[in-house]
Every structure is written in structure tokens, then in C-alpha cells.
């Protein structure tokens, strides 16, 4: 069973800073694919940014300049560094993680979340 546990989340005001972490636990192969996605209320979960494991990274454009992804590989933990946070980035932020279970499975993975809330 993999678990993806994330932290980081909270209330800060508009041009401030987070820090969100995600670690996977659990039996696996590898996890080719880390990412972050974001949920605001009454909108659809969207992209935020995605990392491989030799640190290939993808943005949406509207967190490029603002947001770095990162990870630890020998930790299995991704993160995402937030800054000049705006109002609009108020949302519940998903950590997704593709995992090589075997040699030929691939399973993707959710974390349950972590509320971000930036005050104007």
C-alpha cells in the first residue's frame, strides 16, 4: 500500500510565502513522476507543476516565476516552494505521484490534500 502524506499548507497573507511537502511511503519500484495539482472552490483540479526523478520539471504558466518544485529522491518526498503568493492561489493542494509498483505496473497516487489560504 502507498501512501502520499502532505504538510505545508496554511494561512498567509497576499506576498508572503509556503512551503508544501509531500512524502511517499509504502513498497514501490520507483516513482518516475512527482506533482502538485490545485482544487479552488467551485473550480476543477488544475496543474500546478510536475517533476521526474532526474529533475525535469513542467509548470502552468501562471505559477512559472512564483512557484519551484522540487524533490528528494533518496526521501521519496516532492515539494513545492510558493512564493509571492496571491489571493487566486487559495485552493486545496494535491500531491499526485505516478509509482512504478513492479518492473511492468504503474499506479498513480493522490494525497488528501492541504488547504492554502492567502489572505488579501
Known amino acids: 500500500q502507498v501512501q502520499l502524506v502532505e504538510s505545508g499548507g496554511g494561512l498567509v497573507q497576499a506576498g508572503g510565502s509556503l512551503r508544501l511537502s509531500c512524502a511517499a511511503s509504502?513498497?514501490?519500484?520507483?516513482?518516475?513522476?512527482m506533482g502538485w495539482y490545485r482544487q479552488a472552490p467551485g473550480k476543477q483540479r488544475e496543474l500546478v507543476a510536475t517533476i521526474t526523478t532526474d529533475g525535469t520539471t513542467n509548470y502552468a504558466n501562471s505559477m512559472k516565476g512564483r512557484f519551484t518544485i522540487s524533490r528528494d529522491n533518496a526521501k521519496n518526498t516532492v515539494y513545492l516552494q510558493m512564493n509571492r503568493l496571491k489571493p487566486e492561489d487559495t485552493a486545496v493542494y494535491y500531491c499526485?505521484?505516478?509509482?512504478?509498483?513492479?518492473?511492468?505496473?504503474?499506479?498513480?497516487?493522490w494525497g488528501q490534500g492541504t488547504q492554502v489560504t492567502v489572505s488579501s
Open positions: 499526485n505521484a505516478g509509482i512504478q509498483a513492479t518492473r511492468f505496473r504503474f499506479d498513480d497516487y
Open positions: 509504502g513498497s514501490f519500484f520507483s516513482i518516475p513522476f
